[in-house]
């Protein structure tokens, strides 16, 4: 019966991982709508991982190599379960079931290793108003609250920080094996630091509370190895990922942007200053530590005074993070400091039990801290939820145009950019720009949407999917409505007037309509559509179409030939392709192939 209400009590915050996942993945609309980067970076370098096609991966960034690996294998379940068809041309055709599949498991993940840290909790007989401060680190922020609807590599920090509380009450509590500790320590930090680099201050938490020199060196060898074996998949690209940490250092903007200048001291001070504008309970925190290490240090019991070099390592971890993010702010980057919240509560119970003699007086100045950061998460998340409600409401009117309105008949002219649209094709085409070899996917793309053209930085050049080159000629001049999104920070303009200047070298009337309009976000559908197209256009200019009359030329041979005919419909069904798609492409093929 004491083993079955431990369960039951242990169970509680588990739920409520549960019971909020639930209405996350309710309340929100899909990922392609509200968050395409990095969710679809990571679902295509995931399906890469998932068909073993390691040197596919082409996002190295973070690098983020555990999370594509973790990827691909709920991936590769899902698709055990309920595939349907080639894997790849399924998560094409169904990335939102893939994504839902991924932000489920997380979920269940946390949620079955906050029970393992309760169970974990009173086998070594802590109470439990103390197991509840690790068991609760996902509530003491609201950004890692609302990180529950994204699937990104943030949201798997909570993860790894979990597995260390586990590693941590199963051989660091009490200091009972000190060397498996720093041993599987090193493993977990290691496994943060390849999933994001701004996971680095929190690796000094195991050195905090490892006594010796030797397990330290045990615990910087575990990492080191454990390291280069978790980013396995991109170790011949770990060169590319070097040089983009260096360019972040030495620039002050974003992703390696900005001015050559290693320290920008008012930015970062202006960033700082935002970061205790957004997180003043990071500031109480920052207080709380300081009068703690004062108390300590004036303790002569040597047990207590130990802990002031604790308390001190927090302020250090806390100053790393808020360094490493003001030089390139954006405040989901504190994650890996917000997750440790639970951990430092529960560290600072651990102290306040030597210092105060009455039970009830600890457990009330315990959980102080606490339940002001509980409340302080409870009231953001009350105050962000109408701006959150608001934009998902913009959103869905404008997918549900999209959904009702526009058809696959219908082509897509899409800027490959990291920010949302109401149109999925917009999101994988993100995903595709950091994926290698991607024309090997062109197939699978096609037979999902034959319709989609994408710009490529290059007013001379459109490309079906990031992939095989195409006229943008001959798109206009099937007369098909030929759709771009507008946002303020899209270049829209410059596409449409691509399809003006192809409409031009063609003598091609064009009908060029705002469809959908939103005044408040200023985001528009622009529909273009050539009124004076048939099938037997003519270039304006000879010389500056020789490469579309040749590809138009190999498309009426390819249709006037029945032995090619066959061969190319025996090659649309094996790639599972429409064999219109496959005749373009076999004519752009023999087109370039005469290079």
């Not at 999933?195 to 330290?216: A, C, E, G, Q």
Request: proline share 4%; hydrophobic share 45%; charged share 20%.
């Amino acid at each position: 019966m004491k083993s079955f209400k431990q369960k039951l009590i242990v169970s509680i915050f588990p739920f409520l991982v549960i019971i909020w996942g639930i209405f996350m993945l309710t309340f929100f609309d899909p990922f392609y709508s509200k968050s395409s980067d990095p969710e679809f970076p990571y679902l295509v370098n995931g399906l890469n991982c998932a068909t073993l096609k390691f040197n596919y991966i082409g996002h190295i960034d973070h690098p983020g190599t555990p999370f594509q690996v973790y990827n691909g294998i709920i991936i590769r379940i899902t698709h055990f379960v309920s595939g349907k068809g080639n894997i790849a041309r399924d998560v094409f055709a169904r990335p939102e079931h893939y994504l839902n599949a991924i932000s489920n498991s997380l979920i269940l993940l946390q949620s079955a290793l906050m029970f393992g840290i309760g169970l974990l909790g009173f086998k070594r007989k802590i109470p439990f108003w103390q197991v509840a401060f690790l068991q609760a680190s996902l509530f003491f922020n609201e950004l890692l609250m609302w990180l529950f609807c994204r699937v990104n590599p943030d949201r798997f920090f909570e993860i790894v920080v979990y597995i260390f509380i586990l590693i941590y009450l199963k051989h660091g509590y009490e200091n009972r094996s000190p060397r498996k500790f720093a041993l599987w320590s090193g493993t977990a930090m290691a496994l943060g630091l390849a999933t994001k680099f701004n996971f680095l201050p929190v690796l000094i938490l195991p050195l905090l509370l490892i006594d010796t020199n030797k397990n330290r060196l045990i615990y910087i060898g575990s990492g080191m190895v454990s390291f280069f074996i978790f980013i396995a998949p991109i170790i011949t690209k770990f060169d590319e990922y070097f040089r983009f940490l260096t360019s972040i250092f030495k620039h002050d903007g974003l992703y390696g942007g900005g001015e050559s200048k290693v320290l920008n001291f008012q930015k970062m001070t202006d960033s700082t200053f935002e970061i205790f504008r957004l997180n003043p309970e990071l500031l109480v925190l920052i207080i709380v530590l300081i009068v703690l290490i004062v108390i300590a240090i004036r303790k002569k019991n040597k047990g207590i005074r130990k802990f002031s070099f604790l308390f001190a390592g927090y302020l250090f971890i806390i100053a790393l993070q808020i360094l490493m993010v003001s030089k390139h702010f954006k405040n989901y980057y504190l994650a890996p400091t917000f997750i440790i919240y639970g951990f430092m509560f529960f560290t600072i119970s651990n102290f306040l039990s030597g210092v105060m003699k009455k039970q009830n007086h600890l457990i009330l100045v315990s959980n102080i801290l606490p339940l002001l950061f509980i409340l302080a998460t409870v009231t953001k998340v009350i105050n962000d939820y109408p701006l959150i409600s608001q934009q998902i409401d913009h959103r869905n009117k404008i997918s549900a145009f999209v959904d009702t309105k526009i058809t696959k008949a219908d082509y897509w002219f899409i800027e490959p950019t990291w920010e949302s649209g109401p149109n999925v094709e917009n999101a994988i085409v993100y995903g595709l720009s950091y994926c290698g070899h991607r024309d090997d996917y062109l197939p699978q793309l096609m037979s999902v949407n034959p319709n989609v053209i994408t710009y490529e930085d290059n007013t001379e050049q459109v490309k079906l999917w990031r992939g095989e080159s195409v006229s943008l000629d001959s798109i206009v001049a099937t007369g098909k409505n030929i759709h771009i999104y507008s946002t303020p920070g899209r270049h829209a303009s410059i596409l449409v007037q691509m399809v003006k200047d192809a409409a031009s070298r063609n003598n091609l009337e064009l009908s060029i309509d705002t469809v959908f309009s939103d005044r408040e976000t200023q985001n528009e559908i622009i529909k273009i559509k050539a009124m004076n197209s048939n099938s037997r256009w003519t270039p304006n200019s000879i010389l500056t179409n020789t490469r579309q009359q040749k590809i138009e030329e190999y498309v009426r041979s390819i249709k006037s030939t029945p032995e090619w005919l066959e061969k190319v419909k025996q090659k649309a069904v094996q790639k599972n392709i429409p064999l219109d798609s496959m005749i373009l492409l076999d004519a752009i093929y023999m087109t370039d192939s005469e290079k």
